[in-house]
């Protein structure tokens, strides 16, 4: 018996989403000096995802914390713009947008910590990330895989990256 990750995430999860971030950025070819902006705005926003979190693990009410979690995001992302000065379809599409991100698995996958589970395991491990994975950056992510399972119970493990393949395989 033993462990096999296929394209698993190595780095904790809200790393992994930034680095991946980037690289989707890099491959739509756009400029550092957009990246660099966009990659703020992003880490301020799962900034306030892991916050929300924090307060439901801390106790408050899941459904109290969802709602103050949609008034901040609503207010990010308008900033000072009224809500009334926007389209019914962008107060649509924001509002969409806004309630994909109160789902619980956002805030799980950027709490999320790999090495955490990785340093529990007692069985053999082979993790494999393609070389072309725009989700999972493979050498980092294989990096981190083996060094938790190094660390922790695992008797044997063994990375791949496999060259022309993307996160699906």
Known sequence: GGLVLLAGMGLPGRESLLDQHVRICQAEGMPDDDIRPSLAQ????????????????AGLPAAQALQNLRATLLGVFLGDIRISDISEYDRDEL???????????????????????????TCPVLAVVGDRDAHVEAERNLAAIESACVRGLVPEVEVQVLPDHNHLF
């Open 42 to 57: 992003k880490k301020a926003l799962f900034d306030i995802l892991i916050d929300t979190q924090a307060d439901i693990d």
């Open 95 to 121: 509002g969409s947008v806004i309630e994909s991100l109160l789902e619980w698995e956002w805030r799980y996958l950027l709490c999320v910590d790999p090495s955490t589970n990785l340093l529990q395991v």
